[in-house]
């Protein structure tokens, strides 16, 4: 059974740094792209990072472009998203998971996400 463990989330204020922490046990990273995607209340769902365990290949949203950064660690089974700068409009659940068709939009078996919260 696949299982997602995210922690690092918390409290920062604007221009803080967060780095979030997933722990992937049933499946191997090698095969699969594993990526990051948040939900804040009443916004979409929004894939931030996605990650090919085979290659290492990445994908990052936009809004998140050159201040998040997603690496992977086959050995450990782990994914981390390093966050910088981060603004209020990066307050969110943040949630591990499966890419389901390598377009970071897609997801499946998802853990209990992380709450990163930025405010002054």
């Not at 949203?61 to 997603?70: D, E, M, N, Q, W």
């Not at 307050?91 to 499946?108: E, R, V």
Request: net charge negative.
């Amino acid at each position: 059974q696949v299982q997602f463990v995210e922690s690092g989330g918390g409290s920062v204020q604007p221009g803080g740094s967060l780095r979030l922490s997933c722990q992937v046990s049933g499946i191997t990273l090698d095969n699969n792209i594993i990526g990051w995607f948040r939900q804040a209340p009443e916004k979409e769902r929004e894939g931030v990072a996605c990650i090919s365990g085979s290659d290492g290949g990445t994908y990052y949203a936009h809004s998140v472009k050159g201040r998040f950064t997603i690496s992977r660690d086959n050995a450990e089974n782990t994914v981390s998203l390093q966050m910088n700068n981060l603004s209020p409009e990066d307050t969110a659940a943040y949630y591990c998971a499966i890419d389901l068709f390598g377009l970071c939009n897609t997801w499946s078996s998802w853990g209990q996400g992380t709450q990163v919260t930025v405010s002054s």
